[in-house]
């Protein structure tokens, strides 16, 4: 079974890699191929849709604001399922791409013992065992996918109501909302630390790449796989040559 998996996903990263490519300069390596890239946008997308027109169904006092945006009122509560099930689908093979890295190891749970120092920028780097993905990415990948799951269940009893019957219909309402919440907390904590509280970090996304004190900054266990280098040994020398007065005797010619 895990091996057809890894097939199917390694037949669909080369069919989508084929129409793409991942552009590295100088000093910059590969950290998401055109296929991780291409996931990713599909279910920010489809999860932006299905947000806000879940929040004009919800929401009255959003409604007339939000559903000229989708055709009007009957068409938002038309389209909304289907977003929604567009961002299940394309979520679920973002899973099957990520299953290995987003896997929990002990170094995770290290990891989470020193979330503090982490949220709170004590450290200039992260410890040299955070991989990939560190243990906070980890933990909010799998709280996204069993929201998912809740998110999927409880929509589908709202989604046919006359077939699952009207207890069955309430409980999905709790639920729904309770995943649509977690998942819409997680959505703006993962937007911030992908941009202000971690800059560079969302050019992985749009380009394909990182900057290499990046990658020895936030992941040092991948960078040291990556390129084989040390990444403390280059993070010293990097600061070294930063902090270095410049050479007054150095000649700058103007022209």
Known sequence: MNGAIERFDDRARRRVGAYGRTMVRENELV????YTRVLHWSVAIFFILALLSGFAIYSPWLYRALTPLFGGGPTTRLLHPWFSLGFVIFFAFQILNWLEPMTWTSDDRRWMKQVKS???NKEPVEPEYVDFFNGGQKLYFWAIVASAVVFLLSGFPMWFPK???????????????????VMLVGFIVHLYEGTGAQPGTFQA?????VERRWAWTHHPAWYRRATGRDPRTDYEQARQRSSRPPDPTARTDLK
């Open 31 to 34: 950290r998401h191929p055109v």
């Open 118 to 120: 982490y949220v709170t």
């Open 163 to 181: 077939t699952f019957g009207r207890i069955t219909v309430d409980i999905g309402y709790v639920l729904h909302d309770i995943a649509a919440l």
């Open 205 to 209: 996304m749009t380009r394909g790449t």
